[in-house]
């Protein structure tokens, strides 16, 4: 019992020692293949400060997310960041990415896009991430690929930003 207790303690000191800072820097993006709509759904999250402090620094403005101080302001940039830094090829064919919203879980800023697929017979898939590289040195990216047959993560960051993922 007391063992438990000293690990729960220990556990919550830990948590408590990220609020507010963290010293990685780290996003991740799932890449969900769902054959039944027809679609690719993709959902990233990144830490809000991150995401705060780059758009301050391309937009030499003071913004601040949760709640929004430019709301339409931060969902153009937000988007455009977005569509930049993800590229995704289906067969060695490039692929329109949908942006369709952002939110915020806790210190997360999470968004969401999906890519309508016009075939359902899918080989590979090749993804170039570089979300944040060239903005923070130390900066890794987690893609998690998800098919109905295989599911594999690959972790990028700035010499090697692209994933080729074989479906055979």
Same mark, same amino acid.
């Given at each position: 019992?007391?063992?438990?207790? @000293?690990?729960?303690?220990?556990?919550?000191?830990?948590?408590?020692?990220? =609020? /507010?800072?963290?010293?990685?820097?780290?996003?991740?993006?799932? @890449?969900?293949? =769902?054959? $039944?709509? !027809?679609?690719?759904? +993709?959902?990233?999250?990144?830490? +809000? $400060?991150?995401?705060?402090?780059?758009? !301050?620094?391309?937009?030499?403005?003071?913004?601040?997310?949760?709640?929004?101080?430019?709301?339409?302001?931060?969902?153009?940039?937000?988007?455009?960041?977005?569509?930049?830094?993800?590229?995704?090829?289906?067969?060695?064919?490039? !692929?329109?990415?949908?942006?369709? /919203?952002? $939110?915020?879980?806790?210190?997360?800023?999470?968004?969401?896009?999906?890519?309508?697929?016009?075939?359902?017979?899918?080989?590979?898939?090749? +993804?170039?991430? %570089?979300?944040?590289?060239?903005?923070?040195?130390?900066?890794?990216?987690?893609?998690? @690929?998800? %098919?109905?047959?295989?599911?594999?993560?690959?972790?990028?960051?700035?010499?090697?930003?692209?994933?080729?993922?074989?479906?055979?």
């Amino acid at each position: 019992m007391l063992k438990t207790k @000293v690990i729960v303690f220990l556990f919550a000191l830990l948590s408590m020692s990220f =609020v /507010g800072s963290h010293d990685y820097y780290l996003s991740t993006t799932t @890449v969900k293949w =769902v054959p $039944e709509k !027809q679609q690719i759904q +993709l959902t990233s999250r990144f830490f +809000l $400060e991150d995401i705060e402090a780059y758009m !301050q620094d391309k937009q030499n403005s003071k913004v601040v997310f949760s709640p929004d101080s430019h709301p339409d302001e931060t969902d153009a940039f937000i988007e455009k960041f977005f569509i930049d830094n993800l590229t995704l090829r289906l067969n060695d064919f490039s !692929q329109k990415i949908t942006f369709l /919203g952002r $939110e915020y879980q806790e210190e997360f800023l999470v968004i969401y896009a999906e890519v309508p697929m016009l075939t359902s017979t899918v080989t590979s898939l090749q +993804l170039t991430s %570089t979300f944040l590289l060239d903005f923070i040195e130390n900066q890794q990216n987690i893609v998690h @690929v998800k %098919t109905p047959a295989k599911s594999k993560s690959f972790l990028l960051r700035n010499k090697f930003n692209s994933l080729d993922f074989k479906l055979k």
